[in-house]
């Protein structure tokens, strides 16, 4: 990072008890070059505060409505003020809050999926574009250093011409609710009006595709998506599966399941080309499969020698002692954090970031609307959106 | 097996090079129960008649047609002449074969799939049911000790309802077609004059589909399927995916491919339920995976004395001693040979006969013809066919 | 195998219930060159009988005393006796069970350990020698394909200069002895009038120093060993570990134990070069692990075509289609049978034979007196015997 | 952590290029408890200065020796100055500074091997226990949760009496330097005047006993190692093996090398009782497996309601979502700064730390130079010396 000096990070969300803000601080704090400043913790004023103290943040720093942080933070000199802000709250108030901090010079990260609907998260590219700042959407996955092989593999033609992907993201948790016992981080993803028209592959189908395009670059053209419900009472999906033909001819299979008992967070992709197939599995990060007809099957391994400089660049250990969650969380934040020193030394932006931008966001949230059409039309097919 | 005598098998095809041919003879060898004593191992009588030498048949037991070899091995003394016939030609000889032997009063066991059309296996199963003989088919993979064990886990409830089954079956081998390197095995499976309507379906799709019903005992109600040539210049599929739907509302996914470069003979299965899931794989067939939520994960394995009393008894060495892909096939002929005993006996038939039956060969003749249905309607649903 | 009938095989021991003269028959059975005729399946009569009623031999052919069918098979016209003898009777029977045959003019294949003692072994070794027929010892892990694979890497250079071997050897069945529980085919091995001066060490100890000796062709120059008897009131090991120093400055560790509570049949072997190493693990045995510095890891399979020779020769499916134990087992008895042909039919022995020969006896023999005699001492170094 | 304020730390070492401190600086950082507020990151004062201006110190806050840190320190008020020291430099120096903090008042971090010899090590207990101060020594793969599991079933009784326990640590980096091509990390670490009478053994030998010990509880009684220079040219071990037999009559076994070419960081640890065994391995550290007689195996994995409390409170991600090395770093450092927190508070040490303390140190001590003895004897029984 080409600054003589730490960020400073803002956050809302991620008050007492939240899963996700406390990734986020983490990733934020690993590299030593964030420091968490200012925050809005939550819609509820005194549990803000509570959590800002949790945190040993500085009283006056710790705000009790995001407007009013976006505003006091703006208001502050700038060896002070915040640098960005992380935004960690549910799906349907992400871009309100991004708009209030953009508008109010901030760079933005912010959780997934990005927007209530894709209309909504049309018009956040258009406020992102405007402001010229940074804004790196956490699809934490890419973040995975042999997820970054994975996808030089593919650049490079080691697989040759893409014929298939198959990516699945089976979740078992949410089976408890059957017997009344899921817990409450579930609970909200299941309502309609905060949630948005899905769950499941909101939630986790979004991290799916989104793995599926960074690694092979793939432009969805049609899909056809029979979404199910299992849990008795619910209003959205909690499992589903998407028959996925993409541009140039390579035909691809997605699924995620909330319903999947056993599984814990068993995203895994398979890509096979003319020359050869790639394999991850994210409950074993560190490895990448090679498999090829009339070869021995290979296992690359992060931290050595043999894999891309971009591979090496986003690797904090030697080889044989593992990097997982935290550190590949980290990762878009160490790419995020370089494109916000260099905007915060008035550099320009990144031509090709390593973060997940904006467009990442539109992806996701045409996917959603893509795959509930079609499963409500009978599973049918339907037409990827242009973005 | 009840009698005080080895079984006589015949052969027609498995001659000089053919692979599955001496896959049977092995499986049919291994438990010392049946012994090799005639066989038309070719359409060539001269390469049956050599390919008889090499398996040191007596040379007035080699035919150089199977209607010769029906008449002549009816006509010997009830003492010497065959028991049963095991038919390893390709799929459009099946039920001529099949018919010729049955009527001449002979068992038999047939490789899959069980005919060239559903129409075919429908009189098949006519003139079965009318022979009073066994008729078992080598869907092979039911043979694994495992297997049954998963199937007694669903009859037991031990999975609870069951909610989604995802099976698939990725081999690689054809990928070197698209170089014009793959050999003799595939060409003719290619040949719809030959093979029918399918390739990759017939070959191995059925092998998918019949494992999922063996273990689950669901019925597919209507299935939506995509189906892919990549290899240019062939008229017949070479991978191809499916949406399923079972009776009782169960989904489920299938995908087989043969252009799945690196994988070798990579079925696999995964059944999840509201109580737990299993997963079984090909490639490492003596354990069973078990995960259910708040629960460690279970590998249960192949010898123990936990399993099933019907895993124990289609298992030949102790725990640690893996079994493998010729005992499983035996398993199918120790069945069968247990039931031709015992018609050999003049006792009934078996009333759930381990061994698959022709009931097994019409699923998956009406599995082919609703997957092409599908696939040639622009993968719409179809319903699958009452049986 | 070249002749133009099946080679008739007599079998000692393998009577009801016993587990290896199943195994031993399965293996001779699987190919289709050996077919079983006589045996003496018990040192009681009327139990040989009932086994050759089971098996569904000739009565005339099962006998009373190995040294009754010794004589009287001798004496039947050569179209009609036995080609060779299997004998998988206990320990301390082997020498005479094989001297009587040998003498009588029948070649030979025994279970291991070859003898009671190393000075017994010695002189079957002198017998073996003056009879000019073959004598095969079923070290069976040698005949697995990788296993193969592995020994010819190291003869082809693959890992450079050896310096380090782990084989380790661990299986659990006998901590059940604790509670009373276990099984009688523990029971004998436990007794030194019949297994010898040792029981772990003599049972799976020899396989797995007779599998690093195949693999590496490393000698012993001197051990060290320290053995436990943890199951009260045994007189035998149970367990042990054995440091090694080979000629030429490798160094090695062994270590076996049948109270390894949860481990079955657990095999496996390390061995690091200067420019690489191997990994095979018995219980998944058609994978070979190539691991080196600076390389992704490699996953060698059997059935492709990338293996040696020899690899490919002993494998009967494609890959994929795993082989396992039995399939191995029958390798042995597959070129023992190569080469009991040949000396049937007049030709010389093999010079460099692939099955395991009397010397793997004296090596196994001279093993159990080492450890034993090392730490009988106090786990002191001893100099390996010259043989 | 009971301080309403970060805890502030101070390292000596870690400048530019160095490895480990990075990852202490990592695991201090992790949880946003502890700012690194100060430093002596090299010997070379003008490096030191370099290494803290990267780190976005205070330049008054970088010091020249650790001499003048631990005395300016000292003086500075107490709202300002350190309230502990991270000790990250080579094994011959951390003695000398550790004394220098402890008796200026700091509370101490310190990398292993604690010491240069064992006499050395019993002066510095001494002082720790005179200071008053937490003394923690990173024995880091201690902080792992499924390690903690691991000795919580001991602790219960869960595998019986303890009868065998296995652990290894192969890595393959030094391989290289036969052609000359190793790091310079290896460099220091062959120097006896720095490393002290062992390298390998000192290096990760230490971490094998130490997670031994961590787990089982088991005191060392006598061992018997065989050490070996396999390096050209070298005067320390790279490679060695280890017979150990604890109190009570458990047998061990310990074997770590350098030169194990394709192993990276392959420390993994086997445990087997008369009711069952754990196995773990570093390289997969969010699974420990549970196996035993006539049971499916167990895997149990990180995250979940059914493990132990401490397993759980150690542990910063839900099931699926995996942790590694630097989050098992960062245990140790949690540990630490709990206990300094109530230190600096004026509350009493920890009865039980969950940190390894300095008699971890002392025992990894007694170790290196037993197992040194041993092999220098030629691989004779040396007794472990009393602490």
Redesign the interface.
């Given at each position: 990072m080409n600054l003589?000096?730490?960020l400073r990070m803002g956050m809302v969300g991620g008050g007492r008890g939240a899963?996700i803000g406390?990734?986020h601080?983490?990733a934020a704090?690993?590299?030593?070059?964030i420091?968490?400043t200012a925050g809005c913790f939550s819609a509820d004023a005194e549990k803000s505060r509570l959590s800002g103290?949790d945190?040993?943040l500085d009283p006056a720093r710790v705000y009790g409505t995001y407007q009013e942080m976006a505003k006091r933070e703006a208001a502050l000199p700038a060896g002070q003020r915040i640098d960005f802000v992380s935004i960690v709250t549910r799906n349907n108030t992400h871009v309100a809050i991004a708009k209030a901090f953009l508008e109010a010079g901030f760079n933005v990260i912010c959780d997934k999926p990005v927007a209530f609907n894709l209309a909504e998260a049309r018009k956040l590219k258009a406020i992102v574009q405007k402001s010229g700042k940074v804004f790196a959407l956490t699809h934490n996955y890419t973040g995975y250093p042999m997820v970054k092989e994975a996808r030089e593999w593919v650049r490079a033609g080691k697989l040759g011409q893409l014929?298939?992907v198959?990516v699945?993201y089976?979740?078992?948790?949410a089976?408890?609710a059957?017997a009344g016992g899921e817990g409450k981080i579930a609970n909200w993803r299941m309502d309609p009006s905060i949630a948005g028209i899905s769950n499941c592959m909101a939630d986790i189908g979004t991290h799916a595709t989104n793995l599926a395009r960074f690694i092979t670059g793939l432009e969805i053209e049609e899909l056809?998506a029979?979404l199910?419900t299992?849990i008795p009472g619910r209003l959205l999906d909690d499992?589903g599966?998407c028959?996925l033909?993409f541009k140039g001819g390579a035909?691809g299979?997605l699924?995620a399941?909330q319903?999947?008992?056993?599984?814990?967070?068993?995203l895994n992709i398979r890509v096979?080309?003319?020359?050869?197939?790639l394999q991850w599995h994210?409950?074993?990060?560190?490895e990448l499969i090679?498999?090829?007809?009339?070869?021995?099957?290979?296992?690359?391994?992060r931290?050595?020698?043999?894999l891309a400089p971009i591979t090496q660049k986003y690797s904090?250990?030697?080889?044989?002692?593992?990097?997982?969650?935290?550190?590949a969380f980290a990762n878009v934040y160490r790419a995020a954090a370089d494109a916000i020193a260099d905007v915060q030394s008035g550099k320009p932006l990144p031509k090709n970031p390593e973060y997940p931008t904006i467009d990442a966001g539109l992806e996701g949230m045409a996917f959603i609307e893509s795959v509930v059409k079609s499963s409500k039309a009978?599973?049918?097919?339907v037409k990827f959106p242009r973005l």
């Open positions: 003589n000096r730490k899963f406390s990734v601080r983490m704090a690993l590299d030593g070059q420091e968490l103290a945190l040993r014929l298939k198959v699945e089976p979740q078992g948790y089976i408890t059957i056809c029979d199910n299992f499992d599966t028959l033909r035909r299979l699924f399941s319903i999947s008992s056993g599984d814990e967070n068993n096979w080309g003319t020359q050869g197939s994210q409950e074993n990060p560190d090679w498999k090829a007809v009339n070869e021995p099957h290979q296992i690359h391994r931290g050595n020698s043999y904090r250990t030697p080889f044989g002692h593992p990097e997982a969650f935290i550190e009978g599973a049918k097919w």
